[in-house]
């Protein structure tokens, strides 16, 4: 949806943009209401406590938080659209600032529920979830409302539709791999390895995310910003930004090693000694966030013209790669939790490999 808000701002075609937008909400609305239908009767078929390895939480009070986090997850999603709608008129700084009033009035929230003794996890999902809906609607309402030009009733073409649901099916597709990826390690390493090796893995990637942050915040206002020079055919315009994005990628990767240096005392403070990471933990994240970034610098080119195939493929097969790999170099090589890091870097390879020559080909064109 971005990417065709985005083309159509920058053609100045203010009822399509009104459309996409509108279109946008009902879809995504559609999609996660059959997903809460589906997803809440499976929660009470299934014993979260096995799978989450989770023995200390009663039953009832686990399958309460799941049910809780499915539908206000759901809820956020649609609310989150505020983000990508304000990306594609390259106000990419809101999507910063929305997180940054939720952390803050999460964190307060946090503290009052501390102080009445009510810190419980269905209390702590139930708080995050409702602050994040509510920041986002605020959000949203303050934005299109100074935009009203752009809220008007929905009368696209069967063709349209279909196109939109197509391109945002690929960027699902892509996003549902994504999370498969990256939010697999935490439960391979609670099964595989034991739940007391979270923590380690937990506040090394805690600490590298930063950088893989920074990168975000540099690279994620450009896919709005390639979509109309893509638009306009300023193929120039692309290559000098993409040759610049490199070259910040380079800094941000020398960043990463000098973190890596410095990450056991960083950690040795930030934990109070309480975590002592191994080198072989810190050195497979450095090298993870590097990748990451990689493929994001990409990826966001990719995105922004909207060619996701290469995309959809890649990270497909990361996706259903991950878990074996995790598995064979646990299980059969003997390798702790950088193990399972050096399997989610192999998987990400596979897009670190085909999205510059997507890329290139692109250029080319």
């Not at 649901?165 to 996003?175: A, D, F």
Request: hydrophobic share 55%.
């Amino acid at each position: 949806m971005k990417t065709k808000l985005a083309q159509a701002l920058s053609e100045k075609n203010y009822e399509e943009a009104g459309s996409l937008i509108t279109l946008a909400y009902k879809i995504f609305a559609s999609v996660f209401v059959v997903l809460i239908v589906v997803s809440i009767p499976t929660i009470f078929f299934l014993d979260w406590q096995a799978l989450l390895n989770a023995r200390f939480i009663a039953p009832g009070e686990l399958k309460l938080a799941l049910v809780i986090s499915v539908v206000l997850t759901s809820l956020i999603f649609v609310s989150n659209l505020i983000n990508p709608i304000a990306a594609a008129f390259q106000k990419s700084s809101y999507g910063t600032i929305i997180g940054l009033v939720n952390a803050s009035i999460f964190f307060f929230v946090l503290l009052s529920l501390k102080d009445v003794g009510q810190i419980t996890l269905v209390s702590i999902l139930f708080v995050q979830g409702v602050v994040n809906i509510i920041v986002n609607v605020a959000f949203t309402y303050w934005f299109l409302r100074a935009r009203r030009k752009l809220l008007i009733n929905e009368r696209k073409k069967t063709g349209s539709v279909r196109n939109l649901v197509s391109v945002s099916g690929g960027y699902l597709l892509i996003q549902i791999s994504m999370l498969l990826l990256f939010s697999t390690d935490k439960l391979i390493i609670t099964h595989l390895i034991g739940p007391e090796s979270v923590a380690e893995y937990d506040v090394v990637f805690k600490l590298f995310s930063v950088l893989i942050t920074a990168h975000l915040m540099i690279a994620g206002p450009l896919w709005a910003a390639y979509t109309e020079a893509h638009a306009l055919k300023e193929i120039d315009w692309i290559k000098s930004t993409l040759c610049k994005q490199l070259k910040m990628l380079g800094l941000l990767s020398i960043g990463s090693c000098v973190l890596a240096l410095l990450a056991k005392w960083i950690i040795d403070y930030w934990t109070g000694s309480k975590i002592m990471p191994q080198a072989e933990v810190i050195l497979g994240m450095a090298l993870f966030s590097i990748v990451v970034m990689w493929n994001n610098t990409f990826g966001a080119l990719l995105n922004g013209v909207g060619k996701l195939k290469v995309q959809i493929y890649s990270t497909a097969v990361g996706a259903m790669v991950n878990i074996p790999l995790s598995i064979y170099f646990v299980n059969r090589l003997g390798m702790g939790v950088d193990g399972v890091i050096y399997a989610t870097i192999l998987s990400l390879c596979v897009q670190a490999v085909f999205l510059p020559v997507a890329v290139k080909k692109l250029l080319e064109m």
